[in-house]
């Protein structure tokens, strides 16, 4: 394979890349002329469709069709940006904003276009201090330049953009969380339907996509959409940044085409350049916490957005992959994803805001090594219960939080037993004892037979 | 109207309203918390799930839905299939109920709500016996929120209804959900409590023990109490209520669903305005006065008294000198048969309707937001001044409003007068008592002593309105029936038995045959306004 010319960070290192005069030298702003001045919204709208352009966000979703989701007839839209990444292990965005501010706001010109936006808003996690001002300054630069306002590149087109800092919150991420938070309220995801292309931001069409989607459409304008499907796999075009952490030698930020294996990544000269200290690598977490772990024996999965399935993830995610080593302990592991989604559940749903907590419960139990053989079907339940089945819950937390931890009980049940074994049985009654002595001593009954409840007499 | 299949029953139903409803209202038991028919749809409880027929989206063949969709926001459609009675169903129903009660400390006992708590009979119903939790419960200790409202938050189930309740109908939003996941808890902002006046209502809603009245706080367990059908007196609004007693005794006054009038609201200044039924001042024996002398009659004997001390009257000065004041207080039965007797005594009676108490103007809620009224708390402190009306209007003959009486009575028009109270608060005036005495002989009706009994030659203990029953017309002139809850205070008698007697009926009062009497002059009386009962698994 040849060497794979950045695309999205290709203005990475450059000096000054923040500034508008360095990226207008590099090409910048040409796209979103030429789409603004030549082309109509709809076609835009299918340039992208044909792109094969799937949203970054996480779930994949083509971009282009959820633009179409808008009712012709509208007088407001708005457009959300979701830079509220909060994935653990992804810093994708993050790299973006700092290093390349104005290609986010090209995207946006044309995505803005694209779906006749009356106002943009970026949200932004309120973690992203030194980005938001890094935000801030190419907004105004841009405002400046008459990129945006009123009368954009002398045509009618006119388009608002706000930066909006949220309060740091997971489910922030959401879209229709991002909507509630971005309204003033309390970061609860909303019921749907009215989906957020109908009803959404002040109960107006809105769209909601990643940071790094709207990247990737200057250059699909700018190269064109055969260019860009040439990248990648088949149904998974494009560009993709992959973050790397963990205990390998070169732990960063990648651009490579979509469907790189995780072996790659890892081990790949180009990438993580293989693990630290000579350790060897007991599983990874290939797409933000949320997909779920890829033992070692799974690593040559390709990170695209159907392969990962094949594993039993959830989906590729947002591609930051996260490195188990072997000499970390699976338990801590566990106890530390498990307590993540407790204390991010936003306690609106029962399963999520009960199952959560009560898995982190057993995972810390077990980690602190009073855990019984028991414990693991049980978390294995809970997580049955609480994400895999669909429509249990208001958004996808919960499934969020079922996938790794599912995952890693199944995966690593083996190691999970031998240390359950090799703990002190005294220890681990007293404990159990001690946390809740009416339960413990009650005798177990079995769980009720099914019967027929509820209907009418 | 709809039709719908609900587990292979075909159901109709109205169109619009969530599956939920219409599954409860065909006698279907689905567990919900966070639903309720007056609120907003939030979808957050879980229990309610169902699964529904959707096309496939590739073969495009109707089949059962691969997600659990939430049966109060699903709106009906006709021909619609759903069904509850599926495994996913089940299942997801038991592993909420488990989930509910990981963190709750089970601590029915001494929990107010026992025995009409949903969160008991969802678990007996659709829950598990035990509990796979063996870890410590989270703890969270119980806040005080208002006056009147005490919060158990480790009993709470988030269902967050209370929180609604403060935002849509009240308006002025004091409760609110802080903190995360299962830390989250229902609270008030620091220094901003829970004072509207249509707090009582968060306790009613609330489906668990966690929002408690802090009134009926470890009064009573709630299956000794019997419910009566009753209309609060308290306002011209005239919202239905519960009466719960217990031996004779009110211990609380819920709202009973009445759509287009308080529908399941009502404020707190009815809901805890009972008080006085069980003072200890009240009137409690006939009094009869023969210049200094006191005589305390039996009951049997009013009638005799009555007939002819009017009859003297009517004989010596004239039958207009006669007055009967008609309290908005009265049932519109006994107002009736009081003024048929004081007509049928002397024709040309004076019939005077007795003070309306008003206090400042209507309160209209939502308060802050703007949104039309969703409830009133109206100025008119007294539950029956439009029936009164009808009732003079009917009678006919001479009439004049209190004032006038007051300012006639001063000016000793009047030789006789059967004045009614049964005001909850004072109600005579000085100038109203030096009027008064200004007449030969009074027969007092009141709850109360007050310079009116004193001065009465014949004092006739009343009875609260939740010993009596009868109907009262609300300010838009609908006639509403209630039950007597409670037997009269010792040594009283329910007012329509005596004044039923005194009209000349044989038997016993009874007021819907005083009623059907009534609608043969007055068809009005014909027609009830008595509302749809909830259904029966609806919360």
């Given at each position: 394979m040849a060497k794979f010319e950045p695309v999205l960070l290709k203005n990475l290192g450059v000096e000054g890349s923040r500034t508008l005069k360095v990226y207008r030298s590099r090409g910048g702003y040409a796209a979103a002329e030429k789409v603004i001045k030549e082309m109509t919204p709809d076609t835009v709208i299918e340039s992208v469709k044909a792109s094969g352009l799937r949203g970054r966000g996480g779930a994949g979703f083509p971009a282009g069709m959820k633009w179409s989701f808008l009712p012709p007839e509208r007088k407001v839209t708005y457009f959300c940006i979701n830079a509220d990444e909060s994935e653990p292990g992804t810093y994708c965005n993050r790299v973006l904003m700092e290093n390349d501010p104005h290609q986010l706001l090209e995207g946006i010109l044309i995505a803005g276009f694209a779906t006749k936006t009356t106002v943009a808003y970026i949200y932004m996690r309120v973690e992203f201090h030194e980005q938001f001002h890094i935000m801030q300054t190419a907004l105004d630069e841009a405002y400046k330049a008459g990129l945006f306002g009123k009368k954009i590149f002398g045509t009618d087109l006119s388009m608002e953009c706000y930066i909006h800092r949220g309060a740091g919150a997971y489910v922030c991420g959401e879209e229709t969380g991002l909507i509630e938070s971005l309204e003033g309220k309390r970061g609860w995801p909303r019921i749907k339907p009215p989906f957020p292309a109908i009803e959404g931001v002040f109960q107006k069409p809105t769209v909601v996509n990643n940071v790094e989607t709207l990247c990737c459409l200057p250059h699909i304008f700018e190269r064109g959409v055969d260019w860009f499907k040439s990248i990648g796999t088949e149904n998974s075009t494009g560009p993709k940044l992959y973050t790397i952490s963990g205990p390998v030698k070169r732990p960063s930020c990648f651009e490579a085409p979509l469907g790189i294996t995780c072996r790659d990544l890892i081990f790949g000269d180009d990438f993580g350049q293989g693990m630290l200290d000579g350790r060897k690598v007991?599983?990874?977490?290939?797409?933000?916490?949320?997909v779920g772990v890829l033992t070692e024996a799974e690593l040559d999965c390709k990170l695209d957005f159907d392969d990962v399935r094949n594993y039993g993830l959830l989906g590729l995610g947002t591609a930051g992959a996260i490195v188990i080593p072997d000499d970390a302990d699976i338990r801590q592991v566990l106890a530390n994803i498990a307590r993540f989604y407790s204390s991010e559940s936003c306690g609106q749903c029962t399963q999520c805001r009960e199952g959560t907590n009560w898995m982190y419960k057993i995972a810390l139990r077990i980690a602190l090594g009073a855990g019984r053989i028991s414990d693991l079907d049980l978390i294995e339940n809970i997580t049955n219960n609480m994400g895999m089945m669909p429509g249990l819950s208001i958004c996808g937390l919960p499934d969020g939080a079922a996938f790794p931890i599912r995952t890693i009980v199944q995966k690593f049940r083996g190691e999970f037993e031998d240390h359950i074994r090799r703990q002190d049985p005294g220890y681990t009654k007293t404990v159990l004892k001690r946390l809740n002595p009416a339960v413990y001593e009650l005798p177990v009954l079995g769980r009720r037979p099914e019967s027929l409840v509820g209907q009418p007499e | 109207m709809a039709k719908i299949i609900v587990d292979g029953r075909e159901i109709e139903c109205r169109e619009r309203i969530p599956v939920l409803y219409a599954a409860l209202e065909a006698g279907w038991d689905i567990p919900h918390y966070c639903?309720?028919?007056?609120l907003d749809v939030v979808?957050?409880?879980?229990?309610c799930l169902m699964e529904m027929k959707m096309p496939h989206p590739k073969t495009k063949e109707m089949d059962w839905s691969p997600k659990l969709l939430p049966s109060c926001q699903t709106p009906v459609k006709d021909g619609m299939e759903v069904r509850f009675n599926s495994d996913r169903v089940r299942d997801n129903r038991r592993d909420c109920m488990e989930y509910y009660l990981l963190n709750h400390p089970l601590d029915c006992p001494v929990c107010d709500q026992a025995g009409e708590c949903w969160l008991q009979d969802y678990s007996r119903k659709f829950g598990e016996a035990t509990s796979q939790m063996v870890e410590a419960k989270n703890v969270n200790p119980k806040k005080d929120v208002g006056s009147k409202t005490l919060l158990y938050q480790d009993r709470c189930v988030m269902c967050s209804r209370c929180v609604r309740f403060c935002d849509e109908i009240a308006g002025t939003g004091e409760l609110g959900i802080v903190n995360r996941g299962s830390k989250s808890e229902i609270d008030v902002f620091p220094g901003v409590p829970l004072e509207n006046e249509l707090q009582g209502n968060v306790v009613d809603i609330c489906p668990v023990g966690a929002l408690l009245d802090k009134d009926f706080l470890m009064d009573q367990r709630v299956w000794f109490l019997k419910s009566s059908d009753s209309v609060c007196p308290g306002c011209s609004t005239g919202c239905a209520i519960h009466v719960d007693h217990n031996r004779d005794q009110v211990w609380r006054l819920k709202p009973r669903f009445n759509p287009g009038v308080n529908d399941w609201w009502m404020c707190d200044e009815g809901r805890f305005g009972w008080k006085y039924i069980h003072d200890e001042r009240r009137l409690d024996r006939l009094v009869v006065r023969r210049g200094a002398e006191i005589e305390y009659p039996d009951w049997s004997a009013l009638d005799e008294i009555a007939r002819i001390r009017f009859g003297t009257v009517v004989k010596d000065d004239g039958e207009e000198k006669v007055a009967g004041v008609l309290s908005p207080f009265m049932a519109c039965e006994e107002a009736w048969l009081l003024a048929r007797f004081i007509r049928e005594i002397a024709p040309k009676a004076t019939l005077v309707m007795g003070p309306v108490p008003t206090e400042g103007e209507d309160k209209l809620f939502p308060q802050n937001n703007g949104d039309s009224a969703k409830f009133t708390i109206r100025s008119e402190k007294c539950p029956n001044r439009r029936g009164i009306e009808m009732i003079l209007k009917n009678a006919g003959g001479p009439s004049v409003s209190f004032e006038d009486f007051v300012k006639k009575a001063g000016q000793s028009e009047f030789a006789a007068a059967w004045v009614v109270g049964g005001y909850p608060g004072e109600w005579v005036t000085k100038e109203f008592a030096s009027s008064l005495a200004k007449v030969k002989m009074v027969f007092a009706q009141d709850l109360f002593s007050s310079p009116l009994t004193e001065a009465a030659e014949v004092v006739i203990p009343s009875c609260s309105w939740a010993e009596r029953s009868g109907c009262f017309v609300n300010h838009e002139g609908k006639i509403q029936p209630f039950e007597a809850a409670i037997a009269p205070l010792e040594g009283c008698q329910r007012d329509g038995n005596y004044l039923f007697a005194l009209s000349g009926e044989s038997g016993l009062y009874n007021a819907s045959r005083v009623r059907a009497m009534m609608a043969e002059v007055m068809p009005e009386f014909g027609k009830l306004h008595v509302p749809p009962s909830l259904p029966k698994h609806a919360h």
């Amino acid at each position: 394979m040849a060497k794979f010319e950045p695309v999205l960070l290709k203005n990475l290192g450059v000096e000054g890349s923040r500034t508008l005069k360095v990226y207008r030298s590099r090409g910048g702003y040409a796209a979103a002329e030429k789409v603004i001045k030549e082309m109509t919204p709809d076609t835009v709208i299918e340039s992208v469709k044909a792109s094969g352009l799937r949203g970054r966000g996480g779930a994949g979703f083509p971009a282009g069709m959820k633009w179409s989701f808008l009712p012709p007839e509208r007088k407001v839209t708005y457009f959300c940006i979701n830079a509220d990444e909060s994935e653990p292990g992804t810093y994708c965005n993050r790299v973006l904003m700092e290093n390349d501010p104005h290609q986010l706001l090209e995207g946006i010109l044309i995505a803005g276009f694209a779906t006749k936006t009356t106002v943009a808003y970026i949200y932004m996690r309120v973690e992203f201090h030194e980005q938001f001002h890094i935000m801030q300054t190419a907004l105004d630069e841009a405002y400046k330049a008459g990129l945006f306002g009123k009368k954009i590149f002398g045509t009618d087109l006119s388009m608002e953009c706000y930066i909006h800092r949220g309060a740091g919150a997971y489910v922030c991420g959401e879209e229709t969380g991002l909507i509630e938070s971005l309204e003033g309220k309390r970061g609860w995801p909303r019921i749907k339907p009215p989906f957020p292309a109908i009803e959404g931001v002040f109960q107006k069409p809105t769209v909601v996509n990643n940071v790094e989607t709207l990247c990737c459409l200057p250059h699909i304008f700018e190269r064109g959409v055969d260019w860009f499907k040439s990248i990648g796999t088949e149904n998974s075009t494009g560009p993709k940044l992959y973050t790397i952490s963990g205990p390998v030698k070169r732990p960063s930020c990648f651009e490579a085409p979509l469907g790189i294996t995780c072996r790659d990544l890892i081990f790949g000269d180009d990438f993580g350049q293989g693990m630290l200290d000579g350790r060897k690598v007991k599983g990874c977490i290939p797409g933000g916490l949320s997909v779920g772990v890829l033992t070692e024996a799974e690593l040559d999965c390709k990170l695209d957005f159907d392969d990962v399935r094949n594993y039993g993830l959830l989906g590729l995610g947002t591609a930051g992959a996260i490195v188990i080593p072997d000499d970390a302990d699976i338990r801590q592991v566990l106890a530390n994803i498990a307590r993540f989604y407790s204390s991010e559940s936003c306690g609106q749903c029962t399963q999520c805001r009960e199952g959560t907590n009560w898995m982190y419960k057993i995972a810390l139990r077990i980690a602190l090594g009073a855990g019984r053989i028991s414990d693991l079907d049980l978390i294995e339940n809970i997580t049955n219960n609480m994400g895999m089945m669909p429509g249990l819950s208001i958004c996808g937390l919960p499934d969020g939080a079922a996938f790794p931890i599912r995952t890693i009980v199944q995966k690593f049940r083996g190691e999970f037993e031998d240390h359950i074994r090799r703990q002190d049985p005294g220890y681990t009654k007293t404990v159990l004892k001690r946390l809740n002595p009416a339960v413990y001593e009650l005798p177990v009954l079995g769980r009720r037979p099914e019967s027929l409840v509820g209907q009418p007499e | 109207m709809a039709k719908i299949i609900v587990d292979g029953r075909e159901i109709e139903c109205r169109e619009r309203i969530p599956v939920l409803y219409a599954a409860l209202e065909a006698g279907w038991d689905i567990p919900h918390y966070c639903y309720h028919p007056g609120l907003d749809v939030v979808a957050s409880c879980r229990l309610c799930l169902m699964e529904m027929k959707m096309p496939h989206p590739k073969t495009k063949e109707m089949d059962w839905s691969p997600k659990l969709l939430p049966s109060c926001q699903t709106p009906v459609k006709d021909g619609m299939e759903v069904r509850f009675n599926s495994d996913r169903v089940r299942d997801n129903r038991r592993d909420c109920m488990e989930y509910y009660l990981l963190n709750h400390p089970l601590d029915c006992p001494v929990c107010d709500q026992a025995g009409e708590c949903w969160l008991q009979d969802y678990s007996r119903k659709f829950g598990e016996a035990t509990s796979q939790m063996v870890e410590a419960k989270n703890v969270n200790p119980k806040k005080d929120v208002g006056s009147k409202t005490l919060l158990y938050q480790d009993r709470c189930v988030m269902c967050s209804r209370c929180v609604r309740f403060c935002d849509e109908i009240a308006g002025t939003g004091e409760l609110g959900i802080v903190n995360r996941g299962s830390k989250s808890e229902i609270d008030v902002f620091p220094g901003v409590p829970l004072e509207n006046e249509l707090q009582g209502n968060v306790v009613d809603i609330c489906p668990v023990g966690a929002l408690l009245d802090k009134d009926f706080l470890m009064d009573q367990r709630v299956w000794f109490l019997k419910s009566s059908d009753s209309v609060c007196p308290g306002c011209s609004t005239g919202c239905a209520i519960h009466v719960d007693h217990n031996r004779d005794q009110v211990w609380r006054l819920k709202p009973r669903f009445n759509p287009g009038v308080n529908d399941w609201w009502m404020c707190d200044e009815g809901r805890f305005g009972w008080k006085y039924i069980h003072d200890e001042r009240r009137l409690d024996r006939l009094v009869v006065r023969r210049g200094a002398e006191i005589e305390y009659p039996d009951w049997s004997a009013l009638d005799e008294i009555a007939r002819i001390r009017f009859g003297t009257v009517v004989k010596d000065d004239g039958e207009e000198k006669v007055a009967g004041v008609l309290s908005p207080f009265m049932a519109c039965e006994e107002a009736w048969l009081l003024a048929r007797f004081i007509r049928e005594i002397a024709p040309k009676a004076t019939l005077v309707m007795g003070p309306v108490p008003t206090e400042g103007e209507d309160k209209l809620f939502p308060q802050n937001n703007g949104d039309s009224a969703k409830f009133t708390i109206r100025s008119e402190k007294c539950p029956n001044r439009r029936g009164i009306e009808m009732i003079l209007k009917n009678a006919g003959g001479p009439s004049v409003s209190f004032e006038d009486f007051v300012k006639k009575a001063g000016q000793s028009e009047f030789a006789a007068a059967w004045v009614v109270g049964g005001y909850p608060g004072e109600w005579v005036t000085k100038e109203f008592a030096s009027s008064l005495a200004k007449v030969k002989m009074v027969f007092a009706q009141d709850l109360f002593s007050s310079p009116l009994t004193e001065a009465a030659e014949v004092v006739i203990p009343s009875c609260s309105w939740a010993e009596r029953s009868g109907c009262f017309v609300n300010h838009e002139g609908k006639i509403q029936p209630f039950e007597a809850a409670i037997a009269p205070l010792e040594g009283c008698q329910r007012d329509g038995n005596y004044l039923f007697a005194l009209s000349g009926e044989s038997g016993l009062y009874n007021a819907s045959r005083v009623r059907a009497m009534m609608a043969e002059v007055m068809p009005e009386f014909g027609k009830l306004h008595v509302p749809p009962s909830l259904p029966k698994h609806a919360h």
